[in-house]
């Protein structure tokens, strides 16, 4: 499997300036590992008891062990992936943290499929033995409730502001 | 328009219990503001700059008065609603929280359709001011990979168990 990541976007809005660096250190180090495609070290950027809300069913993984699965379905479709995060923003203090971005994903699936989306990515992370790590995360795309389909082609330019 | 709410699940697993009971006391009263249908209320309890992944487009709502009228969209169209939390979930220390629960959404729609769906919330809070404030939320329900159709129809009993 080829895997290419992206660094984070570097704008952020952060509480704490001492721990945004570990922590997008710590997300930069997780898409190393999904770069990699080891999944023994994707998995130990999370918590035992992570409780993650990801894009496919069930509604809601707990505990590590049970996401694996997931991670492990989801890369095995995959040929080519490459992560980028844009408008990542983080609020911090000292053990405790979550985050947010929207996720562009691209690359092929093994029956040759293009993947070209964006997702919204949420995080809380806590830190636990001087690491950081993702207690739980959310993923997701919008519905469009006329069809009740997920929506895979919006762009981040199409943000509702203020 | 008759709003329901109940009291959201007491089982739950805190960093620190001092402001466990707070952070309930923020849902509690949020829901409490959904069921008075009081928009300004209901935006009382977000950060002037949240950032919002809502279940409907676009990908973010930037900011307050842009997720007012996604709210207001969201309840123009319901003659009644009733939330329920399940698994609620708390990780707080003195300024800074996230939670996470599924949310059971049940109700009828102006045009008489009936509502009835579990969605995954996370959110991220800000103890400003002394009162805690909703800086981040998003809200999904997951998709069927092969339709590309959110799953409305899932139930928490279906939970993946490590």
Redesign the interface.
Known sequence: MALQTSPIDKKS?V?SNDVDSEIRQCTEDFFAAVNSGDIDKIMSFYTP?V?A???????????????R??WENGLGTMKEIKFEAR?Y?V????????A?C?SHCTGEMKNGKKMDM?V?W?G?L?KIGGKWLV??E?I??????K??????D???E?????
Do not use: C, E
């Open positions: 809005h509480v008891d409780v809300f990801d894009m496919t069913p069930p509604l809601q993984f707990v505990g590590v062990n049970a996401y699965k997931s408008d923003k609020f911090a203090n000292d053990d405790l943290a979550f947010h929207l964006w919204r949420t809380g806590r207690a739980h959310q997701s795309v919008p519905i469009d409730m069809t009740d389909k997920g929506i895979f919006l762009k981040p199409q943000v509702a502001l203020n």
